[in-house]
């Protein structure tokens, strides 16, 4: 009979990703308004599609990577910084475009949940939401769409 496998077989802490999301669920919901049609902790980020003052809306969306500098982050053990860049690189690439940004969904990846570390990305990225919305005048919408566990990349971005 063959053994099932778990996630902390896998290495998957359940305990620490809840202890995330407890974190970061004040951060995300600091970013939503009534266009926001899910709480943080969905499979998927749900935004209303209404675009009552547009006859042919067309949605332009970003996906980016703060590459490098997540190296610089562990070095120093700041990470807010990273979460901000991504959501500004996401904004600058959907405003040159002419549109405007809506909302930042993201994709977290970590080789081991630190619920501190993922706390600060999130505020950083919660934090440059809430700046750009001032910015644009408009509200631009954190939503947590999923965070993934990697298993490669460790010379990178160090356990």
């Not at 939503?32 to 969306?61: C, K, Q, Y």
């Not at 700041?78 to 969904?105: E, M, R, S």
Request: net charge negative.
């Amino acid at each position: 009979m063959q053994r099932s496998i778990s996630y902390a077989d896998a290495g998957v802490s359940i305990d620490n990703a809840n202890r995330a999301v407890a974190k970061i669920r004040e951060y995300a919901k600091s970013t939503f308004n009534e266009r926001t049609l899910t709480d943080i902790g969905s499979f998927g980020g749900m935004f209303s599609a209404m675009f009552p003052d547009m006859t042919e809306p067309i949605l332009v969306a970003s996906a980016d990577g703060v590459g490098t500098k997540l190296k610089l982050a562990f070095e120093t053990g700041i990470h807010n910084t990273v979460g901000a860049d991504l959501v500004n690189h996401c904004v600058n690439d959907i405003l040159v475009q002419g549109a405007k940004p809506l909302f930042f969904l993201d994709y977290f990846a970590t080789g081991k949940l630190e619920p501190d570390v993922t706390a600060a990305v999130v505020e950083g990225m919660a934090r440059a939401c809430r700046i750009m919305t001032e910015l644009l005048m408009q509200r631009l919408l954190y939503t947590n769409s999923f965070t993934a566990f990697r298993t490669v990349c460790t010379e990178i971005l160090p356990d």
